[in-house]
């Protein structure tokens, strides 16, 4: 307990305060307003200037009594006044010191108050550890304060640092902090110079945990604050630039235009979270960043796939006859292959099953029969070719990281499509090949797998696109070179090529009529005889199908309406005569018999890709070294089964009426024509020998008659592939007897009736029932010489 007070006793004037504290060494003005207050101010001024100022315990209380105030308050002197407009005074005061109330002597015409005024001489206090160690914690803390407070300033530390009474420095620093007024009015109370240091110290401790929470959450307020501000700021100067470059509206009109988009087509959830990822990507893109194009191409494909687009199945078998035949003449077996797949579809209801594969030469209509598939089930029709297809990418797409990528050819065909359940025709499946850049053939037995294809994922896209509502159909030339995973999971229907009178009801039914419509020529403008349409069949085109045949009536056609137009022409009239002047001269010699029987010529029938074809086969001998050649493209299975009729005839030189040795002395030339078309299979075997034999023996060959059969080195016939082509084939030539394998008997039932009629079949086993039949009879000799 430091006491060195020497208290007075004085009677002062009062003014009760209304929020604020005064201390002792305190110099400050305030305003006073109220009348009892201007009374006291006015009497100090009459006696020595001083005044006792206590803090009113409420400052709403606007006529204070004697209890309305601490008995505690400061002794100031006062300074200066100046009298306001309005009628109040503003006051210049100095705190002196302490003063405590003792007795009110009076309320009326203002407080006058009896106090003790507790002066003292600081010269007197003597040196004490405990009040320096007190005076340093204050000081401490005021330094804490201050780092924390930003609102009392550094200056203050520099102000109080020579202060030695320890009194005084606790008032001098209550003056400078901003305290609650319980708080300063504690301070006021402590006389004990300790006791006030450590009241003070309690509260600046007190003070400073509350700044430190103060400013913890306003260092987390402002960081949040911040960051926004931060983005707020960037994105308006981003758009100041825009602006300035007057990009700014297209981008952002773009953006809300895939936005409503985006809310108007029906995307599956995954999807349009999607999107407006990317479209949240763009906002915040300057629209020169090279993204951004990647970013709109991405967008335009989401929103322009037709994710939930269908159109109206409609499956009505006899509506579907009725559209296949008004587009197809002929083709009776496959229609009807055809409507019964579609029954069952529509008995199951599901898209589950095999898959349909169209198989036949180019021409036969195979595309057109899918086209009217689709128009019968109100389908939409989309076909993509895979035809050389060998990277998985073109089916599947690239990843967005490739510069320029896109999505695979499946999807980009679904877009052209426009609904989800189109018809899709799969051209080609057996042109499709595999390399290094992965196996295009698995991507496509997902795509056709009713399991797996919900959720095929193009990589572009990235998102599964639903393909199970697809009605896919393919078509191939051959069955031989589809992947085998394909092939089992297909029905193959077989369109086989068309005689030449089918192929002539096709044109003057089918052909003319669509070209002369695509051509603008009314019925009358032009007149195609039908012996011009034979021509065309026989001497421009050797196919099985009738897309030359097309091409030439298209051709007559665009002339012809050439002619209507520049030679005023009413009618233009095309026959075989003229024919020429429309085509120009004949492409083919058509494929007749040749005038004679003929030494070492024997027709073979060939089956390739585009269906069936006469093959003459020519040998020759000549004395040699027993060298054997053999010419004209062909393949290794067809080199080894002529090498197996070699053998046959070296092994049968007696019965054949042969020379033994005639593999010594002689070279033997096999040549098939027309060499520009690789001929492969074993089906020419028991031809080539024919020829072989004909030429060693020098007997002729039957001019009329062809065969096809496979060869085994004991002169077995074997069955070969493709008889209804190659008969169609031997037909066209104008051959009137065909021998084919015994084995092969039950495929005559799919020849025409028609053609049947005309020629005669020989089911043979044997190699010498071959040479019975093939080769000229000696009474037959002398008739034909
Ligand atoms: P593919 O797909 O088998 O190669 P397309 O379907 O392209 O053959 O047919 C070629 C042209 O021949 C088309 O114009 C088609 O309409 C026509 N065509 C083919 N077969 C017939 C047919 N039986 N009846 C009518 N037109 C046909």
């Avoid at 003292?120 to 160690?133: F, H, S």
């Avoid at 991507?443 to 990589?459: I, K, W």
Wanted: proline residues 4%.
């Amino acid at each position: 307990m430091v006491n060195i007070y020497k208290p007075e006793n004085k009677t002062l004037p009062l003014i009760p305060l209304r929020g604020i504290s005064i201390f002792p060494h305190m110099v400050i003005h305030f305003d006073v307003g109220r009348e009892k207050s201007i009374e006291a101010l006015e009497q100090s001024m009459i006696d020595d200037s001083l005044i006792l100022l206590c803090t009113q315990i409420n400052p709403k209380v606007d006529e204070p009594d004697k209890n309305d105030f601490y008995q505690v308050g400061t002794v100031a002197k006062v300074k200066q006044m100046l009298k306001l407009p309005g009628g109040s005074i503003r006051v210049l005061v100095e705190g002196i010191s302490r003063g405590r109330i003792i007795d009110v002597n009076q309320e009326e015409p203002y407080f006058e108050v009896e106090i003790e005024d507790m002066i003292y001489d600081p010269e007197e206090l003597e040196p004490n550890q405990d009040l320096e160690a007190a005076m340093r914690l204050v000081v401490e803390d005021l330094e804490e304060y201050i780092s924390l407070n930003t609102k009392v300033s550094s200056e203050v530390l520099v102000s109080i640092s020579d202060i030695d009474d320890p009194g005084r420095l606790a008032d001098v620093i209550s003056s400078y902090i901003f305290l609650k007024q319980e708080d300063n009015q504690k301070i006021l109370e402590a006389f004990d110079f300790y006791e006030r240091l450590e009241v003070l110290h309690g509260i600046l401790q007190k003070e400073i945990e509350l700044l430190k929470i103060e400013d913890k959450i306003n260092q987390r307020v402002k960081k949040q604050i911040n960051k926004v501000q931060k983005e707020y700021y960037l994105k308006e100067q981003l758009k100041a630039i825009q602006k300035e470059l007057g990009e700014e509206d297209e981008l952002s009109e773009d953006i809300e235009e895939y936005k409503e988009k985006i809310e108007k087509i029906k995307m599956p959830k995954e999807v349009k979270e999607k999107a407006l990822k990317e479209i949240d990507r763009l906002t915040k893109m300057s629209p020169h960043s090279a993204e951004v194009g990647v970013i709109r191409t991405y967008l335009d494909w989401l929103v322009e796939l037709p994710w939930n687009k269908e159109t109206k199945e409609k499956v009505d078998i006899k509506k579907a006859r009725e559209i296949l035949d008004e587009d197809h003449y002929g083709l009776e077996d496959v229609k009807e292959r055809i409507l019964e797949f579609i029954a069952i579809r529509k008995l199951t209801n599901s898209m589950k099953g095999p898959i349909l594969c169209l198989v036949g030469p180019p021409g036969v209509g195979k595309t057109s029969i899918a086209k009217s598939i689709a128009r019968s089930l109100n389908r939409n029709f989309v076909r993509m070719s895979l035809g050389g297809v060998r990277d998985e990418a073109e089916i599947r797409g690239h990843r967005r990281t490739y510069v320029g990528s896109m999505p695979g050819r499946i999807i980009s065909s679904i877009k052209k499509a426009g609904s989800k359940n189109p018809l899709f025709l799969f051209d080609e499946i057996d042109k499709l090949s595999s390399d290094f850049r992965g196996d295009p053939a698995s991507a496509l037995l997902e795509v056709l797998d009713p399991e797996q294809n919900t959720t095929f994922t193009d990589h572009f896209l990235d998102v599964p696109f639903d393909l199970s509502k697809v009605f896919f159909i393919t078509t191939a030339n051959t069955t031989s070179s589809i992947p085998a995973p394909l092939l089992d999971r297909m029905e193959v229907i077989r369109v086989s090529g068309y005689t030449d009178e089918e192929k002539l009801q096709i044109s003057l039914r089918y052909l003319l009529p669509k070209q002369m419509k695509e051509h603008g020529l009314k019925n009358e403008q032009v007149i195609i005889s039908q012996s011009a349409i034979k021509s065309i069949i026989n001497y421009y085109t050797r196919e099985a199908g009738v897309r030359n045949l097309e091409r030439n009536i298209a051709n007559i056609c665009r002339k012809a309406a050439k002619r209507v137009v520049e030679e005023n022409l009413s009618t233009v009239r095309i026959n075989a005569g003229n024919l020429e002047n429309y085509l120009g001269s004949k492409k083919y010699r058509f494929d007749e018999v040749e005038a004679k029987n003929q030494i070492g010529v024997a027709n073979g029938l060939a089956w390739t890709a585009v269906g069936g074809e006469t093959l003459s086969i020519e040998v020759t001998t000549m004395k040699g070294t027993g060298k054997i050649q053999l010419t004209g493209k062909l393949g290794d299975v067809m080199k080894e089964s002529a090498m197996a009729g070699i053998s046959y005839i070296r092994a049968n030189s007696s019965m054949l009426n042969i020379e033994e040795d005639f593999y010594k002395e002689m070279d033997i030339h096999i040549h098939v024509p027309e060499g520009a078309i690789p001929k492969d299979g074993p089906s020419a075997g028991i031809t080539i020998a024919t020829a072989v034999i004909s030429a060693l023996s020098n007997t002729p060959i039957y001019r009329d008659l062809a065969m096809t059969g496979e060869i085994t080195l004991r002169g077995r016939v074997l069955p070969v592939g493709g008889i209804k082509e190659k008969v169609l084939a031997a037909h066209r030539m104008g051959i009137k007897k065909v021998l084919l394998p015994n084995d092969n008997g039950k495929d005559l039932d799919e020849i025409p009736d028609r053609v049947k009629k005309k020629m005669e079949f020989v089911l043979v086993k044997r190699m010498d029932e071959v040479l019975k039949h093939a080769l000229v009879k000696k009474e037959d000799i002398n008739e034909d010489h």
